[in-house]
C-alpha cells in the first residue's frame, strides 16, 4: 500500500492552509510506552538523525543536541509549497527536568541554539519563515516527556505571522511599535534589564504573557549573549509563577521572528507564552473567534502577586 505524501491544501472558502503529513502519526509517544528507551536521553544519539549543533561546543558532553526531526511536518522537496526544515532542540540531557527547572545557563544554551539555527537558516533561500515552539503537557500536544523545542523554517510565511507582519508596518507608519512599550505600561508585569514580559492588548488564552527585547529588535538571530542571558532570567521567573497557579502547567510557547521576506525592521521579535487550561472548543473552532474569560488586566495584576522573585 502506497504511503500517502505531503500535500498543503487550500480552503477555497479561505479559512487558511491545512498541511497534510500522514508520517507525523508515526513519530513515538511516551503514552504509548518506550519500553524505558528515551530517544533525546544520552546513549541514544543513534536513534535519531545526526547531531547538527550541540552545546557547549567542543564539550565532551552535551547540553543541548540539535538535529533533523524524524517526523517533520514540512517536506523537503524545494517544490512543494509545505516544504522547508523541522529540527528537535533537545534542551536538556535529563529525561524528567523540567524548562522552568532548568539553570539560568541551561535555559541561555537552549535560547543560544535556537539563535543559531534561525541565523544558519536566515541564508536559506527557500525558506520565507522561521519559528520555534515548545509543548508542554498532554493538553499542550506534547507526544515526548523529555524537554524539547522544535524549530520549523517554511517556504511560505504561515498566516499568523504575515499577519503580525503587515500590522507591524501599518502601525509603523503612524510612528508606533505595539511591543515597545513605555515602562509605565499598566500591561507590563515584570522586566528584566533588556526584556519585559506583559499581557498582549488582545489575549487569546487566560493569562496569556508575552516576553519581548525592551528595544525594538526585529529578528531573534540579532539577539546577544548577554540579552539572551536576560531573557533565560525572566523565563524561568515567568514559568515558575505559573506553576503556581495551574498544576499541572500545560502550555505552548512561540518564538516569533520576523518574516525572511519583511525587510522593513518594523517586526518586534517576541515569545508567546500560551497557557493550556482547557481545550478549544466548537466555537472557537468554527469561528476562528477566541474567548478569554479573564480580563488583561486582571491576568496583570494577578501575576504580579505570585510572581517568583
Not at 522552568?100 to 545557563?105: A, I, V
Not at 505595539?178 to 488582545?202: H, K
Not at 526585529?218 to 515558575?240: G, H, I, W, Y
Amino acid at each position: 500500500m502506497q504511503t500517502e505524501r505531503k500535500a498543503v491544501l487550500e480552503d477555497p472558502l479561505g479559512s487558511g492552509p491545512v498541511i497534510v503529513t500522514p508520517r507525523r502519526a508515526e513519530r513515538p509517544k511516551d503514552s504509548e510506552g518506550q519500553k524505558g528507551v528515551c530517544p533525546f536521553c544520552p546513549g541514544h544519539e543513534d536513534r535519531t538523525p545526526p547531531t547538527l549543533l550541540s552545546l557547549p561546543e567542543g564539550a565532551a558532553r552535551w547540553k543541548v543536541r540539535v538535529f533533523s526531526n524524524l517526523f517533520p511536518i514540512t517536506d523537503e522537496t524545494t517544490d512543494s509549497p509545505g516544504s522547508g526544515v523541522h529540527e528537535v532542540v533537545v534542551e536538556t540531557p535529563k529525561h524528567d527536568a523540567r524548562f522552568c527547572e532548568l539553570t539560568l545557563k541551561g535555559i541561555s544554551l537552549v535560547m543560544q541554539a535556537i539563535r543559531s539555527r534561525f541565523s544558519f537558516h536566515n541564508s536559506n533561500e527557500n525558506l520565507k519563515a522561521l519559528t520555534a515552539f515548545r509543548n508542554q503537557g498532554i493538553r499542550g500536544g506534547a507526544s515526548l516527556k523529555h524537554p524539547h523545542t522544535q524549530l520549523v523554517g517554511l517556504s511560505e510565511v504561515p498566516p499568523r505571522l504575515a499577519a503580525e507582519s503587515v500590522g507591524f508596518i501599518r502601525l509603523a507608519e503612524k510612528g508606533k511599535c505595539p511591543l515597545c512599550l513605555s515602562a509605565s505600561d499598566p500591561f507590563i508585569i515584570t522586566e528584566v534589564e533588556s526584556f519585559r514580559a506583559f499581557s498582549p492588548p488582545a489575549p487569546r488564552f487566560p493569562y496569556e504573557t508575552w516576553i519581548a527585547p525592551v528595544h525594538h529588535e526585529p529578528s531573534f538571530a540579532n539577539l546577544t549573549d548577554v540579552e539572551l542571558d536576560d531573557l533565560a532570567a525572566l523565563l524561568k521567573r515567568v514559568l515558575t509563577s505559573f506553576t503556581s497557579i495551574f498544576t499541572p502547567f500545560d502550555y505552548n510557547l512561540i518564538i516569533h521572528t520576523e518574516p525572511l521576506t519583511d525587510e522593513s525592521g518594523t517586526f518586534h521579535t517576541h515569545i508567546e507564552i500560551l497557557p493550556r487550561t482547557e481545550p478549544i472548543a466548537g466555537f472557537e473552532t468554527g469561528t476562528g473567534m477566541m474567548v478569554n474569560p479573564v480580563p488583561p488586566l486582571k491576568a496583570v495584576r494577578d501575576l504580579r502577586d505570585i510572581l517568583i522573585i
